[in-house]
């Protein structure tokens, strides 16, 4: 837990950039094509900001966590 509070929104939209930059430079991407981003548990903020920061390509997102 201590090193998720660390965690600030710069470095998630960085990742979410880099990753669909990476992505899109595989040749069996089509990049006409929106992807997705998923998370589990405290990853919810990070598929949020995600799709927030590339809405052009991400067309869906999706949280899930285990309610007791």
Sequence with gaps: ???AQTLNTAPHFIDARV???FLD???VVDTGLKTGS??????????MRT???MPVRLGT???S???D
């Design 51 to 53: 799709v927030a920061e």
């Design 25 to 27: 430079q595989q040749a």
């Design 38 to 47: 998923t998370r589990y548990c405290m990853g919810g903020p990070i598929v």
């Design 19 to 21: 990753l669909v930059d």
């Design 65 to 67: 966590t285990v309610v």
């Design 1 to 3: 837990m201590p090193l």
């Design 61 to 63: 997102a999706a949280h």
